[in-house]
């Protein structure tokens, strides 16, 4: 694509209001990208029905001139800037009118995998929430060994856990941002974005490197979150959130919703179990759960099933075994305070810790605390 045709789909995708419904007319009215940069405001509104204030040419001017200051950043950072009317775009997507008619990728992930599943959550993750997630997404990787994509937000708590997982099974995982490509928030986890980038993964959004970040993006963003999904799971949420607004924009796109239940005095419980009591969501429990709402057929039997029992792969280790107990018997201590439990310096606590993670024994939640695995809790009980 010439530099010329791609600056007018940006500025046109960029423009007010413009949306992937809002496109969609525009371009049947005869006034799409072409003719929306090169007719007078006059003859544009008579085919669009629109009043001509609404392509006042210094506006139409200043699109086209960040669309063309836009492109130089594209061609310097590999970003990929997919229109709706490309092959590339989410085929999701597609079928919601208030989509982004461009995204901005950075990446080689596919946006248009067999498989989609967006898990989203509270930022305040609890042990609970986040090992859930971690040994959801592990099973989903056993049961849909090809095509299977995690999709979240990059965000605190139960987002960074859903990413983390599925680059610990191999499976695309890739985050849906609420600002440009010209920066990642929260920092802490441009690590993280720049594995997932690497291991097949992407990073996207609908906002150019020259847009301002309002706290609106952050609830803009949820909308691509679920429509880009064939799946939406919550797994934990407050009754207001982030992961709730994801959820309804969902169901709205009758797209599938699970959520977690959880203890009813737990507060981050009590989203999820209000998705369930309203009959918004299903109940997920595990990967088999969401195969049996999508009709989606396991590719194999999962290792608890194949063998019975969850497999440990774990060489038996005095100091990681003494970790994973001081986490058991105090799930709320920080790294610090499993320091001093454990008399260990901070340094070697911290490389054990990666270790276990890596091992998939532990998980890690916001606040630099630590829940147990099922397979970790399985050792533990054997080990007694």
């Given at each position: ?11 046109f ?11 969609r ?6 006034a799409?990208?072409?003719?929306f940069?090169?007719?007078?405001a006059g003859?544009?509104a008579?085919?669009?029905g629109l009043r001509?204030?609404?392509f006042?040419e210094?506006t139409?001017e ?11 950043f594209l ?6 800037a997919i ?7 989410p ?9 982004p008619?461009?995204l901005y ?5 596919d946006?248009n ?15 609970y929430g986040a090992?859930f997630?971690?040994?959801?997404v592990s099973e989903?990787?056993e049961?849909l ?5 995690i ?15 599925a680059?610990r099974a ?7 941002l ?6 990642v928030?929260?920092m802490e ?8 980038v690497?291991?097949g993964?992407f990073?996207?959004?609908?906002y150019t490197s ?7 993006n952050f ?5 691509i979150v679920?429509g880009?999904a ?19 924009i ?5 797209r599938e919703v ?9 507060p981050y419980?009590r ?5 369930l009591a ?7 429990r595990?990967a ?7 009709g ?14 969850l497999t440990?792969?774990?060489?038996p280790d ?6 994973l107990?001081?986490?058991?018997a105090?799930?709320e ?9 454990l008399g260990?310096p ?12 890596m091992?998939?024994?532990v998980?890690?939640?916001?606040g630099?605390?630590?829940?147990l695995t099922?397979?970790?809790?399985d ?6």
């Amino acid at each position: 694509m010439k530099d010329e045709e791609l600056q007018r789909r940006m500025a046109f995708a960029g423009y007010r209001n413009v949306t992937l419904g809002t496109a969609r007319e525009l371009t049947l009215r005869g006034a799409g990208p072409d003719e929306f940069f090169s007719e007078s405001a006059g003859s544009l509104a008579g085919r669009t029905g629109l009043r001509a204030e609404y392509f006042d040419e210094a506006t139409r001017e200043a699109a086209l001139e960040r669309a063309g200051k836009e492109i130089d950043f594209l061609r310097d950072n590999r970003v990929r800037a997919i229109y709706c009317e490309d092959a590339a775009y989410p085929r999701r997507l597609t079928l919601c009118d208030d989509a982004p008619a461009m995204l901005y990728m950075l990446g080689d992930g596919d946006l248009n995998p067999r498989y989609c599943v967006s898990i989203v959550g509270t930022r305040h993750a609890t042990a609970y929430g986040a090992e859930f997630t971690a040994r959801l997404v592990s099973e989903l990787g056993e049961a849909l060994p090809e095509g299977l994509q995690i999709v979240s937000g990059l965000a605190y708590g139960i987002d960074i856990a859903a990413h983390e997982a599925a680059m610990r099974a191999g499976i695309p995982t890739g985050a849906v941002l609420a600002h440009g490509l010209n920066t990642v928030y929260p920092m802490e986890h441009r690590r993280q974005a720049m594995d997932m980038v690497r291991h097949g993964g992407f990073l996207a959004t609908e906002y150019t490197s020259q847009a301002r970040t309002h706290r609106g993006n952050f609830l803009a963003r949820n909308r691509i979150v679920a429509g880009m999904a064939d799946a939406v799971v919550v797994v934990e949420s407050d009754m207001r959130g982030g992961a709730m607004a994801t959820a309804r924009i969902a169901s709205a796109y009758s797209r599938e919703v699970l959520a977690l239940p959880g203890r009813v005095s737990d507060p981050y419980s009590r989203g999820c179990n209000d998705l369930l009591a309203r009959g918004t969501a299903r109940v997920v429990r595990d990967a088999g759960d969401i195969l049996d709402a999508m009709g989606w057929k396991a590719a194999r039997k999962s290792r608890k099933e194949a063998a019975g029992q969850l497999t440990l792969q774990f060489e038996p280790d005095p100091e990681k075994t003494a970790i994973l107990r001081a986490i058991g018997a105090e799930p709320e201590a920080d790294v610090n305070e499993l320091c001093a439990a454990l008399g260990m310096p901070f340094g070697r606590l911290s490389a054990l810790l990666f270790e276990l993670e890596m091992d998939d024994l532990v998980v890690g939640i916001p606040g630099g605390r630590y829940g147990l695995t099922a397979v970790a809790n399985d050792f533990l009980a054997g080990s007694v």
